[in-house]
């Protein structure tokens, strides 16, 4: 009888902890591009990409590349105004900046929505104090397809500290 009580009771506590928080769902984010040598800031940012020549001009002219299982073109596809399409969703890079050596990268873990807000986790890799690495400059990017209705973005690392947001 004591399991059901509880039980009962975790289900009530986990509704109301559900109910103070807003409602929160799982989002799709798609990875386009993923490297650790794009062409984009030197600090971390995030960028919406808006057209074929914003995308070439980070990842570089790749014009043969399929990026995932898309080609540019088809990533922005156009009205019968020429104007790009504005329902398939959007394009953004999360770009970590200049990195001096070896080590540095992004991975995408998750996206939830919640209160307006597009949180996306990434796991911010960053090689460990006092480790040889190649001394090379690399510029770790990851560039995700969101749905059409984001408006506020921020993301997180693995410890839950805010990186970027696009306020």
């Known amino acids: 009888m004591c399991g059901v ?20 769902r799982a989002v799709p984010v798609h990875i386009v591009y993923s490297n650790i040598q794009c062409r984009g800031t030197l600090a971390p940012s995030l960028t919406q990409i808006t057209d074929a020549a914003a995308l070439e001009a980070l990842i570089g002219n790749k014009l043969a590349t399929k990026l995932g299982n898309k080609t540019h073109a088809s990533l922005f596809p156009a009205t019968d105004t020429g104007v790009p399409a504005t329902n398939t969703g959007k394009l953004f890079s999360i770009d970590m900046g200049e990195r001096p050596s070896a080590g540095y990268a992004l991975a ?12 996306i986790y990434v796991d911010w ?16 990017c ?7 209705d984001v408006e506020k973005i921020r ?4 410890t839950g500290r805010t990186r970027m947001s696009s306020d």
Do not use: K, W, Y
Not at 5 to 24: E, K, N, P, R
Not at 142 to 148: E, I, N, R, S, T
């Open 5 to 24: 009580v509880a039980a009962f009771m975790c289900g009530i506590m986990a509704s109301a902890c559900a109910a103070l928080s807003g409602s929160s």
């Open 155 to 158: 993301v997180l690392d693995q």
């Open 142 to 148: 990851l560039v995700v397809h969101l749905p059409p």
């Open 108 to 119: 995408l873990q998750r996206a939830i929505q919640a209160r307006g807000v597009l949180t």
């Open 125 to 140: 890799q960053e090689p460990p104090p006092n480790t040889m690495t190649a001394q090379v400059m690399t510029h770790p």
